[in-house]
């Protein structure tokens, strides 16, 4: 069910042939084709794809209301300037057009590989079948078709006092190899407004899926989209809150259990740092390093590295004042070895999902991020498109 | 000859016991053993190791002399503390008395692993052998012993009008997998002040070994110190900064074409940016970029992922005004894909070493970067260090 628990969504999947095999098209509605408020989130890159030009445009100009969101995946419409722009357009024409709601309403999204045109033949003779499947049954139909090259589909639900909260992603990072992206799209059958839904859903997405780490990049495509349909009236807005951060981290963390050539998910914690965006700076400096990457693939408690990493971070750093501690277990005191439980600290690290914290002793500052290992697999699905 | 090739230095290597088998203690010192100018240039890390703490202090308490340097390979005597300070002093006092000098004019330097504090035994019962050795003819002997991972010595020798300028390397990036670390000794018998020296070095530097790019990670260890015997006089001040230049250039390419897992060597130049700062940027987010990365292992010319990294670098970017060339075939103008030659443009990307321009079309902003391609060697390398 996923993305149509909530009450007043209907959704669909199928294969229109932008991809050669697999289901490449998906489509989310309201139930009714009407318009409901809508929030989003859009990449921060400047090499942003027409389809996130054209629904921050859309979204600005309506006042944050869609009644669907058409999404195709093999092909990120990005790097194809004006005319990727008209491509997007037409997409979001042919969805309104079997929906039967204005165009203005339709918000677009394109996952997959950069620099060629969309297939506009293609996806345009399957939107009005698209349309046809739509139903309360067809969410992993549709959490099928916008993967790439995730190896599963991401879905999830929490039921609230009053709402229901449905979601699904794809993705395999801030960006993920050939097919680039990670994208949510979640619904909610609660009253709340684009506003609040804005704020909400930005706070979420900060404390999740941009905690999310794969290897430093971030995608020309990524979207965050969410709607209310608003058919079981106003939550206790806290609640909902929570359930939107609660559901943004679920889908997290499938992302990154399905990250590109994954074999172990790290829990960083940079603590003492002089201030939360020193801490969070450290944190990326150490999530990106390739060297502290590769450790975590060796499953290498290799504590000078992160060390390393955060004293080029560019933040106050004093090495005499540091603690590294892996799965609670601390390595590193003062900059240099302490001495440590040599198996137990072997048991943490064989694990899938290890823990680090390093504390850099100089204020309050905090951070946390979800770092992936760097391995063969990784190279294997990067080194070549075609 | 390279480090002995200038009048009035001897050199030598040999087997400490730091390391299994391999040469692992280095020693170059002026010949009659009296101090003479020096200049340096270390890393900017804060979890700087305390070789380089104890250089930078002697440096600038003696006014910048040395009368020798004594280095060891297989442990960077980094992340080891106060001890690891008294190490180094030690370390210097041993090559001191071997060699009849204040032990304040010996430099010390260390590379390879971090966090484990270095043999003192075996490095102080090795030192009076060492210094024994001192000869005109220790020189590939030097360069062999300052090796970690690299697979080759790096060594150099430019012969200006009046002077000759000598130099050798170690290293695989601007850090390298276990054994971390760049460094470079030259030396020159021309008659150059420290200050001099300094800023010649310094200005090399920045557009040498500072371009290089394996893995984005700063060294705890990254030192270059150029020593000058004075014995054939006042050079033309304009062709001995070029030859610096040329001798570090000389080195850095012998570095890159040594990278850890290096297939292929790219060199990077971003034109057209705002300012020279943000064309650095620029080009240090794409060197540094895994997609790229991976894209240059697998010889494909991906330039999606190069304006995805440049769009994403926080700098000025407008994808309409951009153009990217691999080898000079322009491949994408104005954010889209450009018609090209393709058989041209295989054929550049077999290349070990490829050549990539991105255009920003903003400015009179440019940098170049050498960068190295991701591919599984590096991995295999840097996975595991026990």
Redo the contacts between chains.
Sequence with gaps: MSITAPDGFVAAGCHAGVKRRRYDMALVAAEDRKPVPAAAVFT?????APPVLLDRQRLAENGGQAAAVIVNSGNAN????A??MADAEAMAAAAAAALGTDPRDVLVCSTG????PLPMDRILAATPKLAKKLSAGGAHDAATAILTTDHVAKEAVIRGTTFTLGGMAKGCGM?A?NM?TMLAFLTTDAAVTSEEMTAILRDAADRTFNTLNV??????NDTVILLASGRRGRPDLKEFADAVHRLCEDLTYQMARDAEGMTRMVLLRVTGAASDAEARIAAKNIA????VK??W??G?P????L??????AGID????KTEVAYGGIIV?R????ADHDEAALAAHMKQEKIEIEVALGLGAGAAQVIGID???G??KE?????
Aim: glycine share 20%; hydrophobic share 25%.
């Design positions: 921060q890159n400047k090499f942003a990005a790097g194809t300037g005319a990727g590989i950069i620099g060629t960006i190899p680039a290897d430093g990049a971030t995608s020309t990106e390093n390739n060297l590769c450790s693939y060796g290498d290799y504590w000078g590295r060390l390393g990493a955060a004293g080029s750093f004093e090495p005499e590193s003062g900059g240099t070895n760097l391995g063969p990784y190279i990067n080194s070549r498109t075609s």
